[in-house]
């Protein structure tokens, strides 16, 4: 999303990787490992087999 | 290929709509979710689950892919470069992730939708919890691209330092 702040002038340039990128990044690698992670355990899938404690309604949970 | 003003407002008016709207979709799906793990009403909790995957397919998923697409266009169409600064970066990262996220998800809206058709299905058979965390973290991960896109953190990646030399007249 933009502003009407410019991208140049007086905001840049610092050197370096700020600290925030580095937080935000380990943060993000965290959250994408998970979601591989609970991937690989529902066999590549992340549909209701993960999310329902019955996927298959007619074995269970009926009146 | 930089947008002229009239038409970088329009896209950027798109965007803030699209991904404000976004914001608001997924708080309903929560409310939802409530609803669903919360309220006794067997109907009430039916309809819940039954209304989730067409507004999912109707709203939740045209909005999502909005604010992508409007905010690629955004980016690439102004200054701000699409990986030049790390926020437009994590931003576009995050839209991306939660998009697909939804995309996969579409497929578990089906069957809660099918399940809670079922009249055969009892109450704790229909009612999941999993709709609730996934509005939950949705709307986390937009509220963080909100907070990045009105604050815009500094740092440059490398990419965008680079250009931003390249497109400095050189010292005499």
Redesign the interface.
Known sequence: ???E????GK?????G??R??KV?GII?LL??LL?VVLMVAGGG????G??????D?SQ???? | MIMPPRL?KFV?TA??TA?VGWVGAATVFLALAVVGLTSDDTGTVRGAYLVMEPAARLALLPLAIASLLS?LI??LG????LF???WVV??L?INV?ATL?LV??M??FR??AS?AA?T???L??VR?S?PLLHAALALVLLLVATIL??Y?????TPYG?RK?RESRPSMP
Do not use: C
Not at chain 1, 11 to 15: D, K
Not at chain 1, 50 to 55: I, L, Q
Not at chain 2, 152 to 156: Q, T, W
């Open positions: 999303m933009e502003n702040t410019s991208a140049g905001r840049e340039s610092t050197v990787t700020p925030w990128v935000f993000a959250v994408v979601f899938r992340h549909g209701p993960r999310h329902f404690r019955h996927a309604t269970s949970g009926h009146r | 970088r950027l965007h803030v991904s905010g955004q980016s102004s200054t701000w470069g030049r600064h790390y994590f931003k990262l992730f996220v996969m998800y497929e578990t069957f809660l399940v079922d055969n299905a009892d704790a058979t999941s999993s896109a009105i815009k953190p500094r740092g440059m330092l931003q």
